[in-house]
């Protein structure tokens, strides 16, 4: 195999209830990335198409990850990358993880598979820090492992994949305005309450109990957050109106997607899903605003390869 192109898919961090620790891939919005093996050792990134970004291998994401997996492994070859971007950065949906994970997951297919995908988190990693300024795992985690996703300590390399009840969609809306990570984590407060730790741990628990039980009522009510959301999402235009409006509409929950400006919801069946966009479009079609709108199942199998040469 010289060449291999692939499906990075958007991912919703949080869920409400797990700032930094959960996440859930999508299907269908995600990034392609082609990338093939070279003769002349290192790394070039030849195309990006879709954004203006960098092509620097040590400022693009996709390259700081490539460049991370092979400071660890020997190889006798080098790496062009190409980068099709389908989500846009700033849009809470995982644009850097996507990037990020998807450059790493093609060179290890390329390599044979000498990591498993969770293996490959660590440097993917490296991207969402040169993004961002933090070593966060929740959206790449969810990218390379698909489906629900738990970190449980993202600086020891420990993360897992949760259960997928079989009926969830997500409806996200992405309000065309641009929210820089960093930006979003510098106005959160750095100490929480002995009260509010309480509660969002047992959010949490019951979240993670409710997806292995398929008990979407009690993963309605533990998809809460009262210590992230109350901030963030003065920075998002008609966050209220759409969290409601949606809920009204039959989601079991709403709230910020990562650090925002999109906002998803999440409900049981593709037709509530469906109910819940048109919804959401109402509330922005009152206003200038221009946004996108995805309806996602749940994305069970991650980041897949589309053709290989
Ligand atoms: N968990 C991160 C945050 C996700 O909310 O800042 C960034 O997309």
């Known amino acids: ?161 949760l259960c997928t009840p079989p009926e969830l969609f997500f409806t996200v809306i992405h309000p065309q305005i641009e929210i820089k990570t960093s930006d979003s984590r510098a106005i959160l407060v750095k100490e929480v309450s002995l009260e509010k730790m309480t509660e969002q741990s047992a959010n949490i628990g019951a979240f993670i109990a409710g997806l292995y039980t398929d008990n979407y009522e009690l993963i309605a009510r533990s998809m809460v957050d009262s210590v992230i959301e109350p901030l963030r999402s003065t920075l998002i235009p008609k966050f209220n109106d759409i969290k409601e409006i949606s809920l009204s509409n039959g989601a079991l929950a709403c709230g910020i997607s990562g650090s925002g400006p999109s906002i998803f919801a999440l409900s049981k069946g593709f037709s509530t899903a469906n109910d ?6 109402k509330v922005y079609s009152k206003t200038d605003l221009e946004y996108d709108i995805h309806i996602s199942p749940i994305n069970d199998e991650g980041i897949k390869i589309i053709k290989v040469k």
């Open 276 to 281: 819940i966009a048109l919804a959401m479009k």
């Open 1 to 161: 195999m010289n060449e291999i192109r692939v499906f990075s898919p958007a991912t919703v961090a949080n869920l409400s209830c797990g700032f930094d620790i959960l996440g859930a891939c999508l299907d269908k919005v995600g990034d392609e990335l082609v990338v093939r093996k070279t003769k002349k050792k290192g790394i070039v990134i030849t195309k990006i198409t879709g954004q203006e970004l960098s092509k620097d291998i040590t400022v693009n994401v996709a390259g700081v990850s490539a460049l991370a997996l092979l400071r660890e492994t020997e190889v006798d070859c080098g790496f062009e990358i190409e980068i099709h971007k389908g989500v846009k950065p700033g849009s809470g949906i995982g644009s850097s993880a996507a990037s990020s994970a998807g450059s790493v997951f093609a060179i290890n297919q390329l390599l044979g598979k000498p990591y498993s995908n969770k293996e490959l988190i660590k440097f993917a990693m490296e991207g969402e820090k040169a993004a961002c300024g933090s070593l966060i795992a929740d959206n790449v985690a969810a990218a390379l492992l698909g489906g629900f996703t738990f970190v449980k300590d993202g600086l020891n390399h420990d993360y897992f994949k």
